[in-house]
C-alpha cells in the first residue's frame, strides 16, 4: 500500500528527549516500511526514518532557536505539500489532530487521523461534528468517552519496537517514576507509597516552566531530606532500559484521563510490572495480576507495590511483544487502511468480492467489461 | 455594504483589559455601523457592539475558566459558521492572521484580511506565497518588510474612537509609560531617561508570566530605591485618558519592528506627546516636531523629553482626530472594500464602465442576452 504518514512538528521524528507523538510516528513508520508498505513521511529534515522522507521544514519547532516561529504557519506550509501529492496515495495518515480537515475535504475517504491527545476539551467537539466524515482513531477505548458521537474508526494502542529496551531478568530494588513532574502526574503519590514501604524510589523526571511552582512548592520539599528518594532528572532513550529495567515495579499513580500512557509499555519491554492507578487507558493497557496490578487508592496501591516482585517478568515482556511492539501496531493500522481502501467508491483495485455480481452474468456485455 | 467581520476569540471585543487587535475590530466594527454598513460581526458572546453579533463561543478565550481549552479549534468552528454564510456578505474582512486560507479559496476574491502582528517569523512566508490570492492590509507600511512579495492591498493605520479620550489642554508634569514590561518594549529606556532630567515616571504597566524574569532581575532594581518612579501596575480603559492626559509626554522607547503601537495614537487623543525611538511603525505615527520626537538615542530621547512640553497639545489631538479616529480607520476600509468589489469578477453590480461592449452591437443577439 502506498501510506503517507504526516506528524506534528514540534519534536523530531523520533524525538531527542521527550515527546510522545512524534516517537509513536517514527516508530509505526518504520513498521509499515518493514511489514513492505511504501511508506512516505511528511515531517522535519532531523526526522530518522526508514521511509522516503518529505523534509518540510528544516528542524523540528520546538528545539528550533529561531526567535520567532508559528507552528501554525508550519503545520499549514507542511500539508499543502501533501494536498499537492494527495493522489499518489492509498492512504493519508494524519497525527495533526484537526488542522487538516478544511484542507482534505475533498480526500477525507482517503484521510485516516489519529487522536493523540486528551479530548475532554472545551471547543473541539465542534470541529468533529463539523468534519465528521473524516474517520478517526482513538489510542485507547477510553480516550472517545468525551466524543462519543464522533467518527471513530478503530482503536488502536501504541506500540514500541522491542529491540530498543533491554529485557531485565531481575531487579536492582528500587522502584522508578517516569515522566514530567505535574500535579496529573502525581509524583506526590509515588513518593508516598515508597515512603509508606520504606524503599528506594528513583525519580527520571523533567519540570516544565508551568510546572516550576508545582515543583518549588509541593514536590522538591517532600523529597529534601527523603534518603528513600533519588532525583535524577531528564534522561533520554538509551538510558530508558537500565532505569526502567532496573526497577522492581514502575508506579503510575496518575490522576488524569491519560489517553494512553507510553511509559507504561515501555516499562514491559524492560520485564518491569506496573502498578497504576484505575484512570484512562491504564485498565486497558495493564492486565491486573499479570503485567502489573490496578489500583484505586493510596493503601491498594502500597500493597500491590509490595507484591510486584512476584509477578513474571518474562511473562510481562510476553505480553509486551504481543500486544504493545511497533509490529503489532502497525498490524492493526493495516487492517483498518485495508477496510478504508476496499469501502472506498473509487478504488482503483476493488477487493473481488465487492465487484462479484449479484447473479451470474448470462451474456457476454460489450460496453468495455474484460474477461 | 454589507460586511462581516471576523475577530480572533482571544479577548472580548472591546477586550476588557489588555489586547489590540479585539480592540481595533471594536471600533472598526461601531465606526463602519455608523457611516451607514450593514455589519455582521463573529465574536464571542461577551462583545459589545452596534453590529449584528453572531456570538460563536460563550465567552472568549484567554479568561475563560475552563481549564482545557482549543483555540485552534474555537476559531475553525467560527469559521466554519463564516463558511455557512459567505453568500450573504460583499466583504469578508478577517483579523485572524492565516488561519481562515484553506477553508475560503473558493470566497477569496470576497475576503479582505488585516494582519495585525509582527510578520518577522519564520514559517510564515511559506503560507502567503501558498494563499496569495487573499488580499491583505498591513496596518503600517513598515510592517510589511519581511514579506514584500505578499499580496498586499493596502495599508491601513489603527484609529480609536475620540470620545473614548478626554482632551487635557495641560499636563501634570510626569512623564508616562504605558505598555507590558518587557524586553522589547524598553522600561529601562524610560526609566534611565526620567532619571537623567531628574523628572517623575508614572508607569502603567502589566508583567506577564513570560516577563516575570526581566521584571525581578532588571526592571524591579530599577525601580526600588528610585523616589522618581512610580509603578502603578495595569490599568483598564477607563483610567487611560487621566493617566496620559496628565503627562507631559508618553515615553515609547521600543526596540523592536512594532506593526503600529496603539498607546502613541491613545496619547495623541488626550493632547500628549509622543518621544518614540525611531523603530517599526513609529515614523509612520509621529509627524516629528509636531505630535511628539522621533529620536535615535538614548541622549537624543533625553533632550526630546525636556523639549515635550513646548509642542502644541491642542494640534497634536487636531492630528488625531484628522489620521487616527476610527471614522478615518473605517473611511479608509470602505475605500479598500469598494476597490474589491469593483473588481470581482462576477459581482452582481459590476460598473458601467465594465458590462460597455467594446464595438456597439449591430443585432440582437438569440442565445437568452436580456435587453
Keep these: 500500500m502506498k501510506i503517507a504518514q504526516i506528524t506534528p512538528l514540534y519534536e523530531a521524528v523520533p524525538p531527542r528527549l521527550y515527546g510522545g507523538t512524534e516517537r509513536v510516528v517514527a516508530h509505526l513508520t518504520d513498521a509499515l516500511v518493514d511489514l513492505g508498505h511504501d511508506v512516505t513521511l511528511f515531517a522535519s529534515a532531523d526526522a530518522h526514518t526508514k521511509a522516503r522522507l518529505v523534509p518540510v521544514r528544516d528542524q ?34 494524519f497525527h495533526t489532530d484537526m488542522i487538516q480537515f478544511p484542507m482534505f475535504e475533498r480526500w477525507a475517504d482517503r484521510t485516516l487521523t489519529t487522536l493523540h491527545g486528551r479530548l475532554d476539551m472545551k471547543d473541539i467537539g465542534g470541529v468533529y461534528e463539523r468534519w465528521s466524515q473524516f474517520g478517526l482513531v482513538s489510542i485507547s477505548d477510553d480516550q472517545r468517552r468525551p466524543l462519543p458521537f464522533a467518527n471513530w474508526r478503530a482503536t488502536v494502542h501504541h506500540g514500541m519496537p522491542g529491540d530498543l529496551y533491554t529485557f531485565s531478568p531481575q531487579s536492582d530494588g528500587y522502584f522508578a517514576f517516569l515522566g514530567r513532574i505535574s500535579p496529573e502526574k502525581r509524583p506526590d503519590r509515588a513518593i508516598e507509597i515508597a515512603t509508606k514501604l520504606g524503599r528506594r524510589l528513583k525519580m527520571a523526571a523533567k519540570v516544565d516552566a508551568a510546572d516550576k511552582v508545582y515543583w518549588e512548592t509541593k514536590i522538591k520539599p517532600m523529597i529534601e531530606g527523603n534518603p528513600l528518594i533519588e532525583f535524577i532528572g531528564e534522561i533520554g532513550d538509551h538510558q530508558k532500559s537500565a532505569f526502567l529495567g532496573g526497577a522492581e515495579a514502575l508506579l503510575f499513580p496518575i490522576d488524569w484521563p491519560e489517553p494512553f500512557g507510553l511509559v507504561m509499555i515501555e516499562a514491559m519491554a524492560c520485564g518491569t510490572p506496573v502498578i497504576a492507578f484505575r484512570c484512562g487507558s491504564t485498565p486497558e493497557v495493564i492486565e491486573d495480576g499479570a503485567t502489573g496490578f490496578l489500583v484505586d487508592t493510596l493503601e491498594q496501591a502500597v500493597a500491590a507495590a509490595d507484591r510486584a516482585r512476584t509477578l513474571d ?57 474484460v474477461g
Design 60 to 93: 523540528a519547532i520546538r528545539l528550533d532557536p529561531a526567535p520567532f516561529k508559528s507552528d501554525l504557519a508550519a503545520h499549514m506550509v507542511m500539508l499543502s505539500q501533501v494536498l499537492d501529492r494527495a493522489e499518489e496515495f492509498d492512504v493519508i495518515h
Design 313 to 369: 517478568r518474562e511473562a510481562i515482556r510476553a505480553r509486551f511483544d504481543l500486544r504493545f511492539s511497533a509490529t503489532a501496531m502497525a498490524r492493526r493500522y493495516v487492517d483498518v487502511y485495508a477496510d478504508m481502501t476496499a469501502k472506498r467508491p473509487f478504488a482503483e483495485a476493488p477487493l473481488a468480492d465487492v465487484v462479484m455480481p449479484l447473479r451470474p452474468i448470462e451474456e457476454p456485455r460489450s460496453f468495455g467489461m
